[in-house]
């Protein structure tokens, strides 16, 4: 385990257990060997906007990294990878013979694909009989190709500033998608339409897709239990926000994603919400239509963007909404336009709850934050000399300031660089009687792994079992939040034997905000508008857990 957090769990490794773990690595040294390559493929997608996205993408088999052990993310896509992407993702039969293209020969690697996709009728050539594989495509030819694999075909006319530059042959397309949640613009209102698409891009716009055509029909009547909860244009976080409903809003759901997102009635038309934050109601409202309990109106003004691209991304709601990934670049640094903006930016919060200052939830509820390590003990050290134990007070203290806003009553273990025992960090919670406690750490392994993760202590050894399930709720809500501000990779809620948590009586989590010793990730945790959003993120997901 992370040799940081050793001082932390509830008892040393036996000799015994050292034995099974040298074992087990011996019978599955294969498995290591391919986890390893693994890692190596994606070596230059570490900290991209999308990383998330294609990790899942290659996991699943939807898209692949190339020799030299790169996907280049913002490479531009051709025909011929884009159609095989789709064939993948899509699950085209591979059943194409030989169709008259000029360019495509049995001998390519891209010929079945093409040739699959021409009988599957949507895509095909050029006049001159060409397919033009090695070709890149562009953000309304990929729209049409999408569309057309979908029979995706019905959507209202949508406006961007530069509509003029959308060719007649796409409008329709483009037009779909984009009513569907599948494509937007950028900030700005631009959608660039001949721009050609990255490879990163594409991942996120297939995974888009998929997730709306794995929607089933339902017709229930939902009520809003989160505190303010987004209305996206999609069903993904990083889908534009197109309004904003409270708790008790009624709401009327006609489909239902298969990653966990209700399509509701909404200011005459639709949008979508993570079915975390509802619950189906069924008092008379004596209306079909989308509006507050109270009779109030709900903010309408679109806030996000939504971006072009286009492969199986797919990390959608683990407890309220999925990773939201920041924007896309053309080259390393500058934002790229018509991709998915950056978690916690106006055009997209990073979440669809927020937590409403004096909120009676909040009320006499007290909260401890503990900062991890602190005077004589550093915790894990960065590449670049980074200390934890810096980290984890300043986010720390953000959290504190957070809460305090929002009506809490917030005690910290430590509010400066000072040495505390594990011993006292619990007694501080028992003796004030918390109703919640949250440890702030960061992760260290091996310079290559990376991500977010929060930790419980096992049911076997937590003598307050009355808490366990309490802290697991608390758990998924915070880390769910932070996977969807950070846009790390979700290494998901774990258990481990933890003094800090199996001593504490209230509900108690440790909350590993990313790694300090993967040099990308160091740099974020160094940033204070990354330290603001993990902050935000735990208080988001404290909030939620007491909105009951």
Known sequence: ??????????????????????????????????????????????????????????????????????????????????????????????????????????????????????????????????????????????????????????????????????????????????????????????????????????????????????????????????????????????????????????????????????????????????????????ANRGSDTDREEDGSSVDNSNTGTDPGSETNSGVEASQDEAIDPAAGTGTDTGAQPGTVDKPGTEANPGTDTDSAAGDDAGKEKIIVIDPGHGGSDPGAIGQSGTKEKDITLDIALMVSDYLKNAGYQVIMTRQDDQYVSLADRSAVANDAHADAFISIHCNAYNHIAGGTETFTEPMSGNPVYKQQEDSKRLARLVQSELVQALGLTDRGVNEEGLYVCRETNAPAILVETAFIDNKSEEKLLSDPEFQKKAAEAIGRGVDGYFAK
């Not at 390559?37 to 997608?45: C, F, G, R, T, Y």
């Not at 209202?156 to 569907?180: E, G, Y």
Request: hydrophobic fraction near 40%; include cysteine; charge should be positive.
């Open 1 to 282: 385990m992370y040799k940081h957090r050793l001082a932390y769990k509830l008892k040393p490794v036996s000799v015994w257990s050292i034995f099974f773990i040298v074992l087990i690595m011996v019978l599955f040294c294969n498995n290591f060997t391919v986890f390893a390559n693994a890692v190596d493929i994606l070596k230059d997608i570490q900290g991209h906007w999308a990383q998330p996205d294609i990790e899942k993408a290659m996991g699943s088999g939807y898209v692949r990294g190339y020799s030299d052990s790169t996907f280049r993310p913002n490479n531009g896509i051709t025909r011929a990878e884009f159609i095989t992407m789709l064939n993948t993702a899509f699950s085209v039969p591979l059943n194409g013979a030989n169709i008259n293209f000029k360019d495509v020969h049995s001998g390519d690697w891209f010929a079945l694909n093409v040739w699959s996709a021409a009988k599957a009728g949507y895509t095909n050539g050029y006049p001159d009989h060409t397919f033009r594989p090695n070709q890149f495509v562009t953000r309304q030819e990929a729209a049409c190709t999408i569309a057309a694999l979908t029979k995706m075909a019905d959507g209202f006319p949508k406006k961007f500033k530069d509509s003029n530059q959308i060719a007649p042959w796409a409008q329709q397309a483009v037009n779909a998608l984009a009513s569907n949640g599948v494509l937007s613009g950028d900030s700005g209102g631009y959608l660039h339409p001949l721009q050609n698409l990255t490879r990163a891009e594409a991942v996120v716009l297939v995974n888009r897709t998929k997730n709306i055509t794995g929607s089933t029909p339902v017709h229930l009547t939902l009520s809003v239990t989160g505190s303010i909860v987004n209305i996206r244009s999609g069903p993904d976080i990083s889908s534009d926000v197109i309004g904003k409903v409270k708790r008790g809003s009624i709401l009327t759901a006609l489909e239902h994603s298969s990653n966990g997102w209700y399509r509701v009635q909404f200011n005459n038309s639709t949008g979508w919400i993570t079915d975390q934050y509802v619950k189906p109601s069924y």
